[in-house]
Each structure stands twice: as structure tokens, then as C-alpha cells.
């Protein structure tokens, strides 16, 4: 009895030294086998390329990806395998291995480990080969879209092995791709090819509508490279259905623009709306108020980048408020000093208006110079949704859709929930009996060109993430405001809304058939025309005065 406790205690000890002998024993391995690399020969390394294929250590890819980089490197003297990052005076090293920071060497002091082609290739398939099976979500579709670009024939044993094993549907469906485009590529068997094809079908890269229009190329004689006429068939089916899913998510980037185009404008006009309907004054200076507003943001950047940068990405968060107090408080100063000296007036008020734009953009030429200003976005603003192949949805444009429609919805509610709201829907109205129940008519201008002016402030911040910070920044917007306004309903919410939302989509359509300037001249002839029929827009104001 106590001979056998022995013999199993022995046996545990074996058995747990093996284990923690088993980290040291791959190590090794994997040390074995990239000191391949440095091979005489382009087969001598391409067979260690190989091995480390077939040993599946993740540890291996850094040093291939240097290896593929041009970054691999041997230390003079030493012969030490490192990889090297370009540095003022030459190289900074880290051991190809344990990735342990080895200083900086001069370019004399170490030699390259040369790459040829088709070793490139053959390095390439490897590194999709070895991340398949990562546990790192965005490596394994990282790997799959790089065995998809170069549809290495012996891959299809790993994609089909790697499938079996993969419960996540994105990386399943970019798996499905890469295996049906490499037996595209590769297989010569007719029910192969075709099954590829089919579920190519499914769907709508570019880059697989080059593959399956390269089965149906023809040569100098006419004749169809690909012999068999099932194949083709199915590369004219896969074809015809790839055209339609890409047709269709072209449809729908156009409709995304211009949604985000008519959210822009939505956000340059709902300001002007309000002013021209309540006081019946054409402000020239609005688009400034929105340059105003890019450039309030500028500053708040910089003012985070030079005392919070940890906290950079929360310097728009600042900047919109900011923006409004600032557009606001000049707006109520213009209104006071000038154009209420001008009520009833509107040529004098449009030739001060333009006046004072041209005071502003020549201020702000004086004080931040005439060069654009950068404003970066933050990281939750950076980067795109791709949605489907060829439909990509960018975020900055996905957040300015948000906060439109969130400051037209907060708009609303201050307009009809408000005591503010209320004072100015009847001096819109029948100015005269407003003044008449003790409104103070004056105050209700100034706080009117306040919001409208700070609105546009908004729309500055907002164009800040899309477009050049410059002080030309606002005349790029103030006629396609002023038909907004003038479509939609002047001074009417909704019909700013809804004419925002219109040109925007409208002028996408046309932009692929007429060109951008063309289009702009075709929604203006469409707006001149439709304001020959109803003068009062889409959406006419009802009120005794407007009606007499």
C-alpha cells in the first residue's frame, strides 16, 4: 500500500512538472523555428515559414509582420533576431521573441533579413493562417479579410477548420467570403466553383464583383477564358445579384447624405427661420453666426489640448454650450445696436446685415488669420459603421443626424411649453395686440435674434467636425438656408424641417447626374418656380395679421 501511494505521488509530481515544463519546451520551439528566418536561402526560409504556420503560436505573427515590414533585422556580432522601429539616429530594437526593449542602434549595426515576393505571399497567407483561430475578435476578421485579399491555395484546410469553430456571425460571414473567394481562385472542380459563386452572391463587395466578372473575361478572339458554360452561368447569376445589392446600397448611402446634408442645413436655417418669421428680418450676418460658432469650438479645443488633454474628447461636449452663449449674447448685441433702429425697413436691414458679416469675417481674418483652423474630431466621433459592402456609414455625420434633430425637438418644446414660446408665437402672429396685452414686444426681438443667432452657433460646432474651420465658413451655407426657410414656410418649424430634409435628399439624387453646381442651380429654378404657386411656402403661418 504505501509502495503505491509513492508510485502515484511520483506520477503527480512527473505529471505537474510537465505542465510547467510545457511553456519552456514551446518557447523553444517557436525560438527553433524563426531562427529559420535568417536561412540561406528564400526556400530555407520559406519552409520555417511553414513550421510556425503549423506550430499555431500567436507569439509568431509580430515578428512575420516584420519579417513582411522589412522590420526584421540580425545585430551585428551577436546575431541577435530583433525587430526594428525607424528612430532620428537609426533603429530602436526589441527582441524578436520576448519583445524586450533593447535601446537604439545605428542602421551600420544590424542587417536586414531579406523578403522576396514570393515569400511576401507566402508570409501573408501565414499570418491569416495563424490569427484564424485568435481569441482576439478583430484579429481573426483582420485575418480573414487578408486570406480574402490573397486567396492563398493552401488556406482552404484552415478557413474550413476555422469555420467549424466560429460562433460569431461577422467573423463567420467574412470566413464564408474568404473560403468561397479562395476556391473561386483556386479549386478546379466545376461543383466547387459554383458553390463558390453562390454564396459570393450573398454578397456585395466590390471586390467580388471583380471576381466574379474575371470568370466571364474573354480573350483577344472572343472567346470565354473560363471553358465550362455552368460556371459562367453562375458567375453572370452571382454578377447580376451583386450589381443589384450594390445598386440598392447606393440608394441608401444617397439617402444617409441626404439626411446628413438636410440635418446641416436644418441646423444653418432653423436660426433664420425664427428671426425672419417673429421680427421679419433678413439677416445677412447668420452664416457668420455659424462661423462664429466653428470657431468657438476651435478655441475650446485648444484650450483642452493645453490644460485637460487627457480629457480631449470632451472638449465639444463644452464647445456646443459655449457656442450658444457666445452667438447668442452677439446676436442680442446686434439686435440692440442696430436692427431694431431698422424695424419696418428691410432694405436697410439687409444692406446692414451684410455689412456687418463682412465687419465679422475681416475680425476674425485679424485676429485668427485667413488660413482654416483644425478641429478634430473626438474618438467617439472618429471612424465609420460599415454596415454592408459599400455602404458605409461615418459616425461624425451619424452624431450631427442625433443632435439636430435633438436641438429641433428641444426648439419645439420651448416654443410650446414655454411662457417665451408662448410671447413669441403671438408676437409672430398679430404684433399690434401682442404689444397691446402688455408683452414686451422689444424684449421678445432681442431674445428671439439671441436663440436664432445662438442656434446657428450650434450649426458651427456641428459643421466644425464636417468641414473647413475658415472665415468664409458661414457663406456656404446662407443661400441654401435662406431657401430652406423660404420652401418650407417662413417661420414655420416644421416646414424648415421638412424643406431641410427635402433639398437635402433632392440635391444628393441629382449630384451623381448633374454635378454639384448644376443641382444647386435645379433646386433653385424648382424653388423659384413652386413659390410662384404657393408664396407662403409648404407650411403658411395662420394668424389675422399674417392673413390681412
Keep these: 500500500m504505501p509502495f503505491k501511494s509513492t508510485a502515484r505521488g511520483w506520477r503527480l509530481v512527473i505529471f505537474l512538472a510537465g505542465l510547467l515544463l510545457l511553456p519552456s519546451v514551446a518557447m523553444a520551439e517557436l525560438a527553433d523555428d524563426l531562427q529559420g528566418l535568417r536561412g540561406g536561402s528564400y526556400d530555407a526560409k520559406g519552409a520555417a515559414v511553414e513550421r510556425l504556420v503549423a506550430g499555431g503560436d500567436e507569439r509568431a505573427v509580430p515578428v512575420l509582420e516584420a519579417f513582411l515590414d522589412g522590420r526584421l533585422f540580425l ?79 493552401d488556406m482552404i484546410p484552415a478557413l474550413e477548420s476555422a469555420l467549424e469553430k466560429e460562433s460569431d456571425p461577422a467573423v463567420e460571414a467574412r470566413l464564408r467570403r474568404a473560403l468561397a473567394a479562395t476556391q473561386l481562385a483556386n479549386s478546379d472542380n466545376k461543383a466547387t466553383r459554383i458553390a463558390a459563386l453562390q454564396e459570393l452572391a450573398k454578397f456585395t463587395d466590390p471586390q467580388i464583383r471583380s471576381l466574379a466578372a474575371a470568370v466571364l473575361v474573354t480573350d483577344g478572339a472572343g472567346n ?133 458679416s463682412l465687419v465679422l469675417q475681416q475680425a476674425v481674418r485679424t485676429i485668427f488669420g485667413p488660413t482654416n483652423r483644425e478641429v478634430g474630431n473626438p474618438s467617439w466621433m472618429s471612424g465609420a459603421w460599415e454596415v454592408a459592402g459599400g455602404l458605409t456609414l461615418t459616425y461624425n455625420r451619424i452624431w450631427i443626424i442625433v443632435f439636430a434633430m435633438l436641438v429641433f425637438a428641444l426648439l419645439m418644446v420651448l416654443i410650446r411649453r414655454s411662457s417665451y414660446g408662448l410671447q413669441m408665437r403671438a408676437v409672430t402672429q398679430n404684433r399690434p395686440m401682442a404689444s397691446s396685452m402688455g408683452i414686451r414686444t422689444g424684449w421678445v426681438d432681442a431674445m428671439t435674434f439671441g436663440l436664432g443667432s445662438g442656434i446657428a452657433g450650434m ?9 473647413n474651420v475658415s472665415p468664409n465658413l458661414g457663406q456656404g451655407y446662407i443661400i441654401d438656408s435662406f431657401m430652406v426657410v423660404v420652401f418650407g414656410g417662413v417661420g414655420n418649424l416644421w416646414g424648415t424641417l421638412v424643406g431641410a430634409l427635402s433639398l437635402g435628399l433632392v440635391n444628393k439624387f441629382l449630384e451623381p447626374y448633374a454635378g454639384a453646381v448644376l443641382a444647386k442651380i435645379f433646386i433653385l429654378v424648382a424653388i423659384i418656380l413652386f413659390i410662384q404657386k404657393r408664396p407662403r411656402g409648404l407650411f403658411a403661418l395662420r394668424g389675422r395679421a399674417l392673413e390681412s
Design 75 to 153: 545585430t551585428d556580432g551577436e546575431e541577435r533576431m530583433v525587430i526594428g522601429e525607424d528612430s532620428a539616429g537609426g533603429y530602436r530594437i526589441f527582441d524578436a521573441l520576448s519583445g524586450e526593449a533593447l535601446g537604439e542602434v545605428g542602421k551600420r549595426d544590424v542587417s536586414k533579413i531579406k523578403i522576396n515576393n514570393k515569400l511576401r505571399q507566402l508570409v501573408k497567407g501565414s499570418l491569416g493562417a495563424l490569427t484564424l483561430g485568435s481569441k482576439d475578435r478583430a484579429a481573426r476578421l483582420r485575418a480573414a479579410d487578408a486570406v480574402f485579399r490573397s486567396k492563398p491555395a
Design 459 to 467: 450649426a458651427g460646432v456641428a459643421l466644425s467636425q464636417i468641414d
Design 224 to 356: 470565354p477564358t473560363e471553358p465550362d458554360a455552368e460556371v459562367r452561368a453562375a458567375a453572370e447569376e452571382t454578377l447580376k445579384a451583386i450589381e443589384q445589392g450594390l445598386a440598392f446600397n447606393s440608394f441608401l448611402a444617397n439617402i444617409f447624405q441626404g439626411v446628413s446634408l438636410g440635418s446641416v442645413l436644418l441646423l444653418a436655417a432653423i436660426g433664420l427661420a425664427i428671426t425672419f418669421g417673429v421680427m421679419g428680418v433678413i439677416n445677412m450676418a447668420h452664416g457668420e453666426m455659424v462661423m462664429l460658432g466653428a470657431y468657438t469650438t476651435f478655441l475650446v479645443q485648444e484650450v483642452f489640448r493645453a490644460s485637460f488633454p487627457t480629457a480631449s474628447d470632451y472638449a465639444l461636449l463644452v464647445a456646443v454650450p459655449a457656442a450658444f452663449l457666445v452667438t447668442g449674447a452677439i446676436g442680442v448685441g446686434i439686435e440692440r445696436g442696430v436692427i431694431r433702429f431698422l424695424y419696418g425697413r428691410p432694405l436697410e436691414t439687409l444692406l446692414a446685415t451684410w455689412g456687418l
